[in-house]
């Protein structure tokens, strides 16, 4: 949460108010992306404080301590879609961001009998283009062909989306109603729409197909390899309850490469520190132009005067900050649901909230290992590092047919009996994670319900299904299991009930086409203002979307400070 005095010259002072993290229920936000916010509030002239909810700040980009001495990304656990303005107006890298970029980006090994005493076969990705024909072209010489084609393809669509990502969604109201000056005025909403279509040029049709098709019905006009087309189906379904084969995973595979990381497009790397360097650089950008910034703050609910306006927040202590703003990070469920008194709202808002899908098929398991993973398909020796530790390593993925078989199991109300497995070990690069010789790893896997065949999770769910993730984890590293220190085991029940994200969701809300841009969250929410007047939403449940670090928060500013110019 966070409070505010906005002035304007001294002539008069309005209360801004603006909820960044939970409250009674938990709520919380995936991304830093409030104290950016908060910085370019305080920027544009108004006085800004942010509130905490946990501890430790930064919602779910954060570091803790879970085992002595091993310092985790306990929740989000890599960057790239933080938008390159934000990271340069606030001068991220002034104020203590230091990223390790990762090089090769992908590894994919076998599981596999070696062919006359060779170590089993394995795939891997990184920015050298001539390298990774190689690499392709040990399963298919046709594959490697047509992969620098597809690359390019898929980044020109990709590039054409980023207008959209820093700016509103088209103001449909402002240019079908009101006066012909307000009408004007909102044609400039169409601006991105109009870049978008520019830049695809003829490209629009395919543009069309990859935002809506399933993911396989693309690679497979691409390619012929199972190993490559998997690789690349896990960008289609990571974080999403959806197959390879379902409609809609094309826009999730585009969705997670079309950012950047130090200028390098598509890439993604680790902060050092964890994810809480990223959230501590921000705050401290957001400090140095004067905001305040609190943990361990906690509101109850969001005031509604008999006005049916915004009048601020109580806090859980009983403390109430009154204002005539406020911003909300929370998912929209817990905004509207928990946050919101039930008479400020209408039953038919209130019913459409219920409908938004929050599915997850993610439970995220943090790992602390007294040695480095050994991979059959590439080893080391001497507990060395090679260049495969530093990447996304993706186990079960050899095969688009074991994606399919792990997502059937969890619609069906299973935890996948070989789950969709991909590691990273960000303490290979980074020496402040682990202590000498030890390593810390991340282990995202899919696919997890939220029920378990209608009941709720147990710790010997956890405790079983780690076991079923540990076992895979040994058949591609031998010994992974006697280096093991402590795990950490959150389902998808964990997710929500830590970090407040809503059915576990780490976007905020499914990224399905009827949940994006004009309708993310819902068709009447899309300008971030709600139906309180005074009450904005801020978070990754609005456009343009979970991951996409920032851009809610500044298009959220962007709409209050042009609401508060009005006023």
Same mark, same amino acid.
């Given at each position: 949460?966070?409070?505010?005095?906005?002035?304007?010259?001294?002539?008069?002072?309005?209360?801004?108010?603006?909820?960044?993290?939970?409250?009674?229920?938990?709520?919380?936000?995936?991304?830093?992306?409030?104290?950016?916010?908060?910085?370019?509030?305080?920027?544009?002239?108004?006085?800004?404080?942010?509130?905490?909810?946990?501890?430790?700040?930064?919602?779910?980009?954060?570091?803790?301590?879970?085992?002595?001495?091993?310092?985790?990304?306990?929740?989000?656990?890599?960057?790239?879609?933080?938008?390159?303005?934000?990271?340069?107006?606030?001068?991220?890298?002034?104020?203590?961001?230091?990223?390790?970029?990762?090089?090769?980006?992908?590894?994919?090994?076998?599981?596999?009998?070696?062919?006359?005493?060779?170590? *089993?076969?394995?795939?891997?990705?990184?920015?050298?283009?001539?390298?990774?024909?190689?690499?392709?072209?040990?399963f298919?010489?046709?594959?490697?062909?047509?992969y620098?084609?597809?690359?390019?393809?898929?980044?020109?669509?990709?590039?054409?989306?980023?207008?959209?990502?820093?700016?509103?969604?088209?103001?449909?109201?402002?240019?079908?109603?009101?006066?012909?000056?307000?009408?004007l005025?909102?044609?400039?909403?169409?601006? /991105?729409?109009?870049?978008?279509?520019?830049?695809?040029?003829?490209?629009?049709?395919?543009?069309?197909?990859?935002?809506?098709?399933?993911?396989m019905?693309?690679?497979?006009?691409?390619?012929?390899?199972?190993?490559?087309?998997?690789?690349?189906?896990?960008?289609?379904?990571?974080?999403?309850m959806?197959? *390879?084969?379902?409609p809609?995973?094309?826009?999730?595979?585009?969705?997670?490469?079309?950012?950047?990381?130090?200028?390098?497009?598509?890439?993604?790397?680790?902060?050092?520190?964890?994810?809480?360097?990223?959230?501590?650089?921000?705050?401290?950008?957001?400090?140095?132009?004067?905001?305040?910034?609190?943990?361990?703050?906690?509101?109850?609910?969001?005031?509604?005067?008999?006005?049916?306006?915004?009048?601020?927040?109580?806090?859980?202590?009983?403390t109430?900050?009154?204002?005539n703003?406020?911003?909300?990070?929370?998912?929209?469920?817990?905004?509207?649901?928990?946050?919101?008194?039930?008479?400020?709202?209408?039953?038919?808002?209130?019913?459409?909230?219920?409908?938004?899908?929050?599915?997850?098929?993610?439970?995220?398991?943090?790992?602390?290992?007294?040695?480095?993973?050994?991979?059959?398909?590439s080893?080391?020796?001497?507990?060395?590092?090679?260049p495969?530790?530093?990447?996304?390593?993706?186990?079960?993925?050899?095969?688009?047919?074991?994606?399919?078989?792990?997502?059937?199991?969890?619609?069906?109300?299973?935890?996948?009996?070989?789950?969709?497995?991909?590691?990273?070990?960000?303490?290979?690069?980074d020496?402040?994670?682990? *202590? /000498?010789?030890?390593?810390?790893?991340?282990?995202?896997?899919?696919?997890?319900?939220?029920?378990?065949?209608?009941?709720?999770?147990t710790?010997?769910?956890?405790?079983?299904?780690?076991?079923?993730?540990?076992?895979?984890?040994?058949?591609?590293?031998?010994?992974?299991?006697?280096?093991?220190?402590?795990?950490?085991?959150?389902?998808?029940?964990?997710?929500?009930?830590?970090?407040?994200?809503?059915?576990?969701?780490?976007?905020?809300?499914?990224?399905?086409?009827?949940?994006?841009?004009?309708?993310?969250?819902? *068709?009447?929410?899309?300008?971030?203002?709600?139906?309180?007047?005074?009450?904005?939403?801020?978070?990754?449940?609005?456009?343009?979307?979970?991951?996409?670090?920032?851009?809610?928060?500044?298009?959220?500013?962007?709409?209050?400070?042009?609401?508060?110019?009005?006023?």
């Amino acid at each position: 949460m966070a409070a505010a005095v906005w002035t304007d010259r001294g002539t008069r002072a309005k209360n801004l108010l603006w909820i960044l993290m939970g409250s009674r229920s938990n709520h919380t936000a995936l991304k830093p992306c409030y104290d950016a916010l908060a910085a370019y509030l305080q920027k544009g002239g108004v006085k800004t404080a942010v509130l905490e909810r946990r501890h430790v700040l930064g919602g779910a980009a954060v570091t803790e301590e879970i085992f002595p001495g091993f310092h985790f990304s306990r929740c989000s656990y890599l960057l790239s879609l933080l938008r390159p303005h934000i990271y340069r107006d606030l001068e991220l890298k002034k104020h203590g961001l230091k990223v390790y970029m990762r090089d090769p980006h992908s590894f994919t090994p076998m599981l596999e009998e070696g062919m006359k005493g060779a170590v *089993p076969r394995s795939l891997t990705l990184g920015s050298d283009l001539a390298e990774n024909l190689n690499e392709i072209g040990k399963f298919s010489q046709k594959d490697a062909k047509a992969y620098p084609d597809f690359v390019a393809h898929l980044k020109k669509l990709a590039s054409a989306i980023h207008p959209l990502l820093d700016s509103p969604p088209v103001d449909i109201r402002g240019v079908t109603a009101g006066s012909l000056r307000k009408r004007l005025a909102a044609t400039k909403t169409l601006i /991105p729409i109009a870049k978008l279509g520019l830049k695809l040029g003829g490209n629009i049709p395919d543009f069309y197909e990859i935002v809506t098709a399933p993911i396989m019905k693309i690679l497979t006009r691409w390619f012929d390899s199972e190993p490559l087309r998997a690789t690349l189906a896990t960008d289609g379904v990571i974080g999403a309850m959806t197959s *390879p084969s379902n409609p809609g995973s094309g826009y999730v595979l585009l969705h997670h490469v079309m950012g950047e990381l130090e200028k390098e497009k598509g890439a993604w790397g680790y902060v050092e520190g964890g994810m809480g360097g990223l959230s501590q650089a921000i705050a401290r950008a957001a400090q140095s132009y004067g905001v305040d910034v609190f943990t361990e703050k906690n509101v109850e609910q969001i005031l509604v005067g008999s006005d049916g306006a915004t009048k601020g927040v109580a806090l859980k202590d009983g403390t109430e900050i009154h204002s005539n703003v406020v911003l909300s990070n929370a998912t929209p469920y817990a905004t509207f649901k928990y946050l919101t008194s039930k008479g400020a709202l209408s039953e038919e808002f209130i019913k459409a909230v219920d409908q938004v899908d929050y599915t997850s098929p993610v439970t995220k398991i943090n790992v602390a290992l007294d040695k480095l993973p050994n991979f059959l398909a590439s080893p080391t020796p001497d507990d060395k590092p090679g260049p495969h530790h530093q990447c996304s390593i993706h186990l079960n993925c050899e095969n688009v047919d074991i994606l399919e078989a792990a997502y059937k199991d969890a619609i069906n109300g299973r935890p996948s009996a070989r789950p969709m497995l991909e590691m990273t070990i960000p303490s290979v690069l980074d020496p402040t994670l682990a *202590p /000498p010789g030890c390593h810390v790893v991340s282990l995202f896997t899919q696919f997890t319900p939220y029920h378990i065949k209608g009941r709720e999770w147990t710790q010997q769910d956890r405790e079983d299904f780690g076991d079923t993730v540990f076992d895979w984890v040994e058949q591609y590293a031998p010994g992974f299991k006697t280096s093991v220190v402590g795990r950490e085991i959150l389902s998808p029940p964990d997710l929500e009930k830590i970090f407040g994200l809503t059915g576990g969701n780490i976007f905020h809300g499914s990224m399905s086409l009827d949940q994006l841009y004009l309708a993310r969250p819902l *068709p009447s929410l899309s300008d971030y203002r709600s139906p309180i007047k005074g009450l904005y939403l801020c978070g990754s449940g609005c456009h343009p979307g979970g991951g996409v670090m920032g851009s809610p928060g500044w298009n959220a500013a962007l709409t209050v400070i042009s609401d508060l110019k009005r006023r």
